[in-house]
């Protein structure tokens, strides 16, 4: 019997991979061309890191990690998100001077897994560290726009501020007296966290406190994060991007501050609707022991984006077939240049006969079928192999294509 695989994980193998190769390839380049360089963190770290980071009474910490110990014994977890890792590197090499990262790769949370709410799945994301300036969290937010956009996700972008530890005291006090006055709509889980964390239940689906009896933020927003607010809706103004200011938008984890946003596809259901989300975490490095040290950042999960904007499985550009004796070992050198050209090249590398190959062509989605027979490659019209190359693709009305959108 074949073992089956975890509840909640997924194999993204062919064809489906083909599109995510293409979002991935696209986050690279996009978040390259912002500046962010790589950062690779690891995969589990000191459970210690999430409690400090994302909060000790925080549910993602509480009741969906995977927690174990290791042969001696140290609580281990595995990363449910990748800000409180990309932190606690930055903070181990010195935590001084700018550091504008990207990374990409899979998360883990024990949650009811649904479609687009898995147990592993996939974040790509950016953290912008040590600039407390809006221009930062503006930039953050028109990469992340520009990728949904390109991904293809019909979205709508929801944004707040949660003020700064000042401001925020005197509305968790007032949130909390409402909540109390509020106890009998809310959900059941929930009730105990109002003296804890009340604004974790201003994101519960559940309770349904009335949103007119609860205080917002605005009114308590402090001179400094009014007017960095007011700059980071001025940049967005300034970019043409459109957004909404949420109230109620205050994430999932307890490390922000100031700026939050979501964007949350119009196409799907709303319990897993939201694509991405991020914002501003000046406290973090002080609560992982480092000094005060601003960042902002966000993270997407690929997995949603696809329900949203699954796009094409885009198949090989070509597939080679040899006629007349042209064997796979023929092919795989006329399929050299095509590969330097930028495009997917295949063939068959079992002997087939000719209409053996053009099944197998069919059956890899190709664009285009190229006719190897002697020394001719026939495609529409036949090339000559020392002409192979870019202007030889124009002709086959293949100039058009583009290797980063597939277009
Ligand atoms: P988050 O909102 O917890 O934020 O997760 C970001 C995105 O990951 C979500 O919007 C969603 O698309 C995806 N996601 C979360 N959980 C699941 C799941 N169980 N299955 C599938 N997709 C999921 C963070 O993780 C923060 N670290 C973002 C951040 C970076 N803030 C500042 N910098």
Not at 260 to 278: C, D, M, N, R
């Amino acid at each position: 019997m074949i073992i089956r695989s975890p509840k909640g994980t997924d194999v993204i193998g062919p064809p489906r991979s083909a599109r995510w190769r293409e979002v991935l390839t696209l986050w690279e380049n996009l978040s390259g061309s912002y500046g962010y360089e790589l950062v690779i963190t690891p995969v589990f770290e000191f459970t210690e890191l999430f409690e400090r980071g994302v909060g000790e009474t925080n549910e993602m910490v509480t009741k969906q990690m995977y927690t174990f110990a290791d042969r001696r014994g140290r609580s281990l977890s595995l990363r449910p998100e990748g800000t409180a890792g990309v932190m606690r590197a930055y903070l181990a090499q010195g935590g001084t001077g700018r550091w504008k990262v990207a990374y990409s790769g899979p998360m883990f949370r024990y949650e009811q897994p649904q479609g687009g709410r898995r147990r592993q799945f996939w974040q790509i994301g950016v953290e912008c560290v040590g600039s407390a300036s809006a221009a930062a969290d503006v930039e953050v937010i028109a990469l992340a726009e520009e990728f949904l956009s390109a991904v293809g996700v019909e979205n709508e972008l929801l944004i707040n501020s949660l003020g700064d530890g000042e401001c925020r005291a005197a509305h968790l006090e007032d949130l909390r007296a409402a909540m109390v006055r509020s106890m009998a709509d809310l959900c059941s889980s929930h009730r105990d966290l109002v003296e804890l964390n009340p604004l974790r239940i201003l994101d519960c689906k559940l309770c349904r406190p009335d949103p007119e009896a609860l205080p917002d933020i605005a009114d308590y927003w402090c001179g400094s994060c009014r007017d960095h607010f007011a700059e980071v809706r001025q940049g967005l103004d300034d970019l043409g991007i459109a957004y909404r200011r949420s109230s109620r938008l205050v994430r999932g984890l307890d490390y922000y501050s100031r700026t939050t946003f979501e964007y949350v596809a119009t196409t799907l259901e709303t319990s897993q609707s939201t694509v991405l989300g991020g914002g501003r975490y000046d406290g973090l490095a002080e609560t992982l022991g480092g000094r005060p040290v601003p960042g902002v950042g966000f993270a997407g999960g690929i997995d949603r984006m696809l329900l949203a904007a699954p796009g094409e499985d885009a198949g090989l550009d070509v597939f080679l077939v040899g006629e007349g004796g042209v064997a796979a070992l023929d092919l795989m050198e006329w399929a050299a240049p095509l590969r330097r050209a930028g495009l997917r090249v295949g063939f068959e590398l079992d002997a087939r006969s000719v209409k053996a190959q053009f099944r197998a062509a069919t059956r890899s989605r190709a664009r285009y079928v190229g006719v190897v027979s002697g020394e001719r490659l026939e495609m529409r019209e036949g090339r000559d192999r020392e002409t192979l190359g870019p202007e030889d693709l124009e002709k086959w009305g293949m100039k058009a294509f583009d290797p980063e959108t597939r277009a």
